[in-house]
């Protein structure tokens, strides 16, 4: 992409307020906006997803309707008051010193904000976006997401405002960019997340109920009068046919492929490298950076700090260009948290040892990589002279006719997990899972194609190195 021209003018950004609904509850007092949209298809973590469905569940609704009253009544007469609960969600991003606009991504998000919880509109992501790209006092653009996901609906619209903006996009999460909110996340130019955040959950889910067969024991026989095939697939009582299960998996499947595809234009990826982690997880901020999901482990204050001082962004930016280039041209110390990131399960020794000698980020990398391939030889080393002394005691108990002196206790050193294959059998599974990955490296992989290789592999391995650093 060309280098972005930032687009000098005075005039006002799109004015959205046509998209955002107007409801008139002057009959029923009850202000439940756009409610219908909580039935789509939903790109959220499910576990986040589920206990936000237990609690409305749990939400009396008369009360809340009465909450979100929209009318009043003076002298008998009703007066309409202003529907603000949407508009107010709308507004302006806020301009810091520096020329940095700070727009928040918080809660689920939804085309419309929601009356259940505080929830973050995407058209209104859309038009702060927007407005804060044609402002000239604007140099970055800085988007703060703190989110489980939301519906599908909107997110498309919302991530291609971000990636047309000609104003540099930097992208900060704070804890947790799930679903939904990777996907937004993922159009920034750079994606930096602190430390304690989870990032990915790449996919879509639907849930339909097919109580056929409870209402078959109950008697009850339901007629569902249509015109097509898939007409009314899912009204409660019908059955879910094979044909009505595909057609609903089909539109995930599409809303997925979207989703990926959005993912690999934004990470700079492979179709199939995202497909490898889109499996629904999310994962720990460091390992996300490996992953090549972000771009790098920093505090919030860090990021805007460099914003400020122009060291991280400038309207001559250009998307191309990808962190690893920017990191390749400085010398700059690598902080304790950078050496983390670059240098995951490493020992306390190994990180003191880069900050005292004051390593870039990539001498930190190098040094890692060195470190587990020296091991990794060491312990090839002491596999071999073990397995040869096995090998001599058994030709030796063979000679002899006695079996018993080749069993002295003494086994091969178990160098499987750290030369490519799949077991899992070490007692320190960091330290299994760091020489899964250092093999591939040693094959001439990068370090985040052999993590993704590893991933695809050595699931269990994943899944245990992921536990032990929870």
């Keep these: 992409m060309t280098s972005k021209t930032k687009k000098k003018t005075a005039d006002t950004a799109d004015d959205f307020s046509f998209l955002m609904p107007q409801f008139d509850a002057s009959e029923s007092g009850a202000h439940m906006p756009a409610v219908e949209q909580y039935f789509g298809l939903w790109a959220m973590d499910p576990v986040i997803g589920q206990q936000m469905a237990n609690r409305m569940q749990g ?148 849930a339909v109920e097919d109580v056929s067969e409870a209402a078959e024991k109950l008697g009850v026989k339901v007629h569902v009068i249509k015109t097509g095939e898939f007409k009314g697939a899912g009204v409660p009582g019908s059955q879910l046919t094979e044909a009505h299960l595909g ?81 390749t041209t400085t010398n700059q110390a690598a902080t304790l948290a950078e050496i983390k990131a670059a240098a995951p399960g490493c ?22 990589q060195k470190q587990q391939a020296d091991e990794l030889a060491a312990l090839k080393t002491e596999n071999e002279a073990l ?28 160098a499987g997990s750290n030369a490519g294959d799949t077991s899992t059998d070490s007692t320190d599974p960091v330290a299994a899972w760091n020489g899964l990955v250092a093999a591939k490296q040693t094959a001439g992989l990068s370090r985040q194609k052999a993590v993704r290789a590893c991933v695809a592999e050595s699931p269990d391995a994943h899944k245990a190195y992921l536990a032990a650093l929870a």
Aim: net charge negative; charged share 20%.
């Design 59 to 206: 939400v009396n609704l008369l009360d809340h309707v009465r909450m979100q009253q929209t009318t009043v009544v003076v002298s008998g007469e009703k007066a309409a008051t202003p529907d603000a609960a949407l508009s107010s969600r709308r507004g302006s991003a806020r301009i810091l010193p520096g020329g940095v606009a700070l727009i928040d991504i918080a809660g689920s998000i939804q085309k419309y904000s929601s009356s259940f919880s505080a929830s973050t509109s995407t058209v209104s992501v859309r038009q702060q976006v927007r407005e804060a790209d044609r402002d000239p006092a604007v140099s970055n653009i800085l988007i703060r997401v703190d989110s489980p996901g939301g519906t599908v609906s909107g997110i498309a619209e919302a991530y291609n405002d971000i990636r047309s903006a000609k104003t540099p996009v930097t992208v900060f999460v704070e804890d947790l960019a799930a679903s939904a909110g990777y996907w937004i996340a993922s159009a920034g130019d750079r994606v930096f997340a602190n430390a304690s955040a989870r990032i990915g959950s790449i996919g879509v889910f639907m």
């Design 247 to 327: 057609y609903l998996q089909s539109l995930v499947d599409t809303s997925f492929d979207q989703f990926v595809s959005a993912v690999a234009t934004g990470r700079k990826m492979k179709k199939t490298e995202v497909k490898t982690v889109a499996d629904g997880r999310v994962y720990p901020a460091a390992e996300s950076v490996e992953l090549g999901l972000i771009d790098g482990v920093k505090s919030f204050d860090e990021v805007l700090a460099e914003l400020q001082s122009g060291r991280a962004g400038s309207a001559s930016q250009t998307r191309s260009k990808t962190v690893s280039e920017e990191t």
């Design 347 to 368: 020992s306390n020794d190994f990180a003191v040892d880069q900050l005292e000698a004051s390593a870039s980020v990539e001498q930190v990398r190098a040094a890692f």
């Design 387 to 414: 397995t040869a002394k096995v090998d001599e005691l058994e030709s030796a108990a063979a000679a002899t006719g006695d079996t018993s002196s080749a069993d002295d206790g003494t086994e091969p050193v178990n």
